[in-house]
C-alpha cells in the first residue's frame, strides 16, 4: 500500500491496549500486561474500524512499561511477547491489507542497556565513545534532561551501524516501516545515511519523523543536534507553531512529519469555531502544505501518548470530537487515531497537574466494555471510504 490523503493510522500503545488482565495499578508506571498477542487478537476490531495502517509502539526490549528505554534493539521484551507475536501480527495484518509500523528510538537507550552500563563502569570500554561524556562517568548527555536515557553518539561509526542495522532487523521482519522518535536528536547527516540506506533497500516502506521543539528548554538545546537549533527553538517557543523552516530540513530525510501545526488548529477552530472558521482553517493549512512537496505526507492527530487526549481537552464534548475528526479526514493527509479516541477514552486529571508520572492520564486503559457504541459507529461511518 502507498499511503495517501485517506490513509488511516491507528495508534496503539501495546502495554494499556490489549491482553492485561486487569486494570488495577494502570496509574503506576509498571507493566499492566498488555502484549502483541493481546493487539494480534484484535485485528478484526482494527479492520472494522476501517484503519489502514498500525502503529505500534516500542516492542524492543526495555526497561520501562511503554518501552522507550531501549536495553536491546534487537530483541522483543518478554514483557510484550515474542518475535513470532509480532510476526504474527504482520503477516495477519497484511492478509487484510493493513501495514504495521513502530516507533524507532535512534537518539537515545536505557541506562540500563549493558553497552552504557560498561562504558560508565570501564573508561576504557569498546563502548566509551558510543556516549557523549561531559565528565566521565557521571555526567553525559541524555534525553532532554532524562538522565535514565544517556543519548547515543550516533557520529561514531559503529554506534551508528548498530542503530541503523536494527532498524533493518525489524523491516527484515516485515515491518512497512516506522515512526521516527526526537528527529530534532541526532544529526541531519545520521539522518540522510539512515534514510538513504534504507530506502534503498525497502523503497516501499515508510519512515514518519517527530518534529517538535515546543516546551523543550533553552539548558537542553545542548542535547539537540539539529541544524540552528536555537533559532528555530526561540520561534517555536515564541511564535507558537513550528516553524516551515525547520520541518522543510527534513525533506528528503524521511516520507514525512506528524503535524503539530494542524493539530494546534484543530484544537482553536473547535474551540473558536464561532470566530474560526472551517474555511479559516483550510486555507492556513493550504498555504502550510504549499511549502511541501506533494509526496511528503503530514499526518494530522487529535491526541497521542504525550499530551491531554481531546475529550479531557475539551470537557467531554463528543459532538467537537466528531467535529474535529471531520475536519482531520477533509485535510488531505493521512489521519492518526489514538487507541481508544474513538470509543470515548478520556481521564480525569491532566498530564500537566503536578504528579511525577502524569503522562499515565492519556496512556490509560483501552475500554473494551461500556464502549459508547454511538461515538464509534460514528468514527466508522466517517472512516468508510467505500
Known sequence: MVWDKNTVVYQVFIDRFAGFESEEGWDEPEFLGGS?????????????????????????????????????????DPNFGTEEDLENIIEEAHSRDIEVIADFVPNHLSHKHPYFVEAQ??????????????????????????????????????????????????????????????????????W??????????????????????RGIKYRELETLLTSYKRFKWFVQQFVGAPPTFHQKSYIGLMDGLLDFRAKRLIDRYVRYN???????????????????????????????????????????????????????????QPTIIYYGTEVGLS??????????HGDLQARRPMKWEDQDEELLKSFRDRLNRD
Not at 570501564?122 to 544517556?150: G, Q, R, T, V
Not at 505526507?297 to 466528531?322: A, G, I, Q
Open 274 to 332: 464561532s470566530k474560526i472558521t472551517k474555511k479559516v482553517v483550510k486555507t492556513a493549512l493550504k498555504l502550510h502544505y504549499s511549502r511541501f512537496p506533494d509526496n511528503f505526507y503530514l499526518p494530522v492527530f487529535l491526541d497521542n501518548h504525550d499530551m491531554n487526549r481531546f475529550l479531557y481537552r475539551f470537557e467531554d464534548d463528543k459532538d467537537k470530537l466528531v467535529e474535529a475528526l471531520e475536519l482531520q479526514l477533509d485535510l488531505g
Open 192 to 213: 540522510e545515511e539512515f534514510h538513504t540506506r534504507l530506502k534503498q533497500e525497502y523503497p516501499d516502506r515508510t519512515f514518519i519523523g517527530e518534529v517538535w521543539m
Open 36 to 76: 502483541l498477542e493481546g493487539v494480534y487478537n484484535k485485528l478484526d476490531y482494527l479492520e472494522d474500524l476501517r484503519v489502514d495502517v498500525i502503529w505500534l509502539s516500542p516492542f524492543y526490549e526495555t526497561s520501562a512499561y511503554h518501552g522507550y528505554h531501549i536495553t536491546d534493539f534487537f530483541s522483543v
Open 121 to 190: 563502569e570501564n573508561l576504557d570500554s569498546e563502548y566509551h565513545d558510543w556516549f557523549y561524556w561531559n565528565d566521565w562517568p557521571d555526567n553525559y548527555l541524555c534525553f532532554l534532561e532524562f538522565e535514565e536515557l544517556p543519548k547515543i553518539n550516533l557520529d561514531n561509526t559503529e554506534a551508528r551501524e548498530h542503530i541503523i542495522k536494527a532498524a533493518e532487523y525489524w523491516l527484515d521482519k516485515g515491518l512497512d516501516g516506522y515512526r521516527l522518535d526526537h528527529v530534532e536528536g541526532p544529526s541531519n547527516n545520521f
Open 347 to 356: 481521564h480525569s486529571k491532566g498530564l500537566e497537574e503536578g504528579e511525577e
